[in-house]
């Protein structure tokens, strides 16, 4: 079965065209405006395994909040999107992930209701011309359109843009096994019998 999605977003603010794929081998384009945006998203759909193309337009003249909101925002709707009834997934993941210096630890939950931890410090400051804070903003704007429980831990690092990194790939890893078929599993992994919120 086919664990796609594609979703189009317009507003006043953004105009997005995103399309997913859950399964490897992953991979795909990324034109959002934003290098250091395309760049996470690269290594996301890299280090999950995922087939991820992203063409977004935005009011860059104003700054880059609203594309990377607006993309976190479709990303999700894929996610959930692509997942169906979650039938024969194992729902949950988890990866502690080193990266140089950084040691980020994130936790998924596919089951249907929103939750955001961000125990990460990256408030303040650029990663290139990129505004750190963002980085959390992207993850808060998914997790509710995923209908998933999402949570980052930073346990150190300073580097910025190996915190950022550390951030996508263990959201990636996480993910990828949380969606990951369950040799085990029979039906819904849930004794409510749905996860549908």
């Keep these: 079965m086919s664990r796609t999605a594609t979703i189009e977003r317009s507003t006043r603010e953004t105009q997005i065209r995103l399309s997913l794929d859950l399964d490897p081998p992953g991979g795909g384009s990324f034109a959002t405006g934003i290098g250091f945006l395309d760049h996470m998203l690269e290594l ?8 991820l193309k992203v ?11 609203h594309t990377t909101e607006d993309i976190g925002i479709c990303l999700g709707q894929a996610f959930r ?29 596919f089951g249907g209701r929103s939750a955001f931890h961000f125990g990460v410090e990256l ?13 959390e903003h992207f ?7 995923a209908e998933c429980n999402l949570h980052f831990i930073q346990h150190h690092g300073k580097n910025r843009h190996h915190i950022a990194e550390a951030v996508f790939k263990a959201a ?17 992994p849930s004794t409510k019998g749905t996860l549908s919120g």
């Design 172 to 188: 990636a890893r996480a993910m990828a096994h949380a969606v990951s078929p369950d040799p085990r599993a029979q039906g819904v």
């Design 123 to 135: 408030s303040d400051g650029k990663i290139g011309e990129f505004d750190a804070e963002l980085i």
């Design 81 to 109: 999107q692509a997942l169906g009834d979650k039938a024969g997934i194992y729902r949950y993941g988890s990866i502690t992930l080193p990266m140089d210096e950084t040691l980020v630890t994130a936790a998924v939950d």
């Design 44 to 51: 996301f759909a890299k280090h999950g395994g995922f087939g």
């Design 55 to 65: 063409e977004a337009t935005g009011d860059l003249h104003v700054d880059q909040h």
């Design 139 to 145: 993850w808060q704007s998914f997790a509710p359109n």
